[in-house]
């Protein structure tokens, strides 16, 4: 608006400076009025059509921005192309994070079925075991009815003569003989993202002792790499640690 005024006044007064031409012609007199506004008109146009381009640079630079911002937020996760249940096994075992658990690898007696050590006390495999416990799995129960029927199979680490309902369970070599015969066993690579959502991971750490955890779908700050929820001494957390062990083992059991 401002310029619009500004444009009438000057084309007013450039009007009355032609009128006090005498020397010029009427017809010179209105082709140079015309000639005025004329520049001025294609001065307008130009800046609206400088202004619109402007705005959509501004507009593709705001949509740049809000795609990376967009890009950056959804990079903490992964939606892996996996069953519903792994995807639940995955946040069951997200909710159990506690930092705060102790690591106790002590021998307790726990109840039967469904029993569990101590909510603030565990170790790795106790990790597992709740988190297919949300499902409505008990893996105490599982492991020992499987061991009772196949006793041989199972590993003799310990110098077990029988089962034993306290700790069967709670052992990685037993857990890892029960998801080869009850679930299913994948290939141990050093490619990451064979490693997917609601999956189980072994290791072996110093090659000495087993360890287990479940893969989230929670990426790593470089996206390179699913995190684990385990319990290796510093309670129930999520960490980058694929790849800080020697993995032995690598299953999925869906119950």
Not at 44 to 67: C, D
Not at 162 to 172: E, F
Not at 184 to 198: C, E, H, M, R
Not at 237 to 244: G, M
């Amino acid at each position: 608006m401002g310029i619009t005024i500004i444009f009438l006044i000057v084309l007013l007064v450039f009007i009355l400076f032609i009128a006090t031409l005498t020397k010029l012609s009427n017809w010179q007199k209105l082709f140079a009025v015309l000639g005025f506004v004329g520049f001025f008109v294609i001065l307008f146009v130009g800046l609206f059509i400088y202004g619109l381009n402007q705005g959509k640079m501004v507009g593709r630079e705001e949509f740049a921005e809000n795609t990376i911002e967009n890009h950056i937020i959804k990079k903490d996760s992964v939606a892996d192309h996996v069953s519903d249940f792994r995807k639940k096994l995955s946040n069951k075992a997200l909710s159990i994070i506690d930092s705060s658990v102790r690591y106790t690898p002590d021998y307790v007696s726990i109840s039967y079925p469904n029993g569990d050590v101590p909510a603030k006390t565990g170790v790795c495999t106790d990790v597992v075991i709740r988190s297919y416990r949300k499902l409505g799995i008990d893996l105490q129960k599982e492991v020992h009815e499987d061991m009772r029927a196949n006793f041989s199979i199972y590993p003799k680490n310990w110098g077990a003569t029988k089962t034993d309902t306290n700790i069967d369970h709670r052992r990685v070599p037993n857990l890892e003989t029960f998801f080869s015969r009850k679930g299913k066993k994948l290939a141990v690579s050093q490619n990451a993202d064979d490693y997917k959502t609601g999956a189980i991971v072994t290791w072996m750490i110093n090659d000495k002792l087993p360890h287990i955890g479940i893969v989230t779908n929670k990426l790593s700050k470089d996206g390179k790499r699913r995190l684990i929820v385990h319990n290796v001494g510093g309670g129930q957390v999520l960490e980058d640690c694929l790849f800080k062990y020697t993995i032995v083992g690598h299953f999925v059991y869906e119950g």
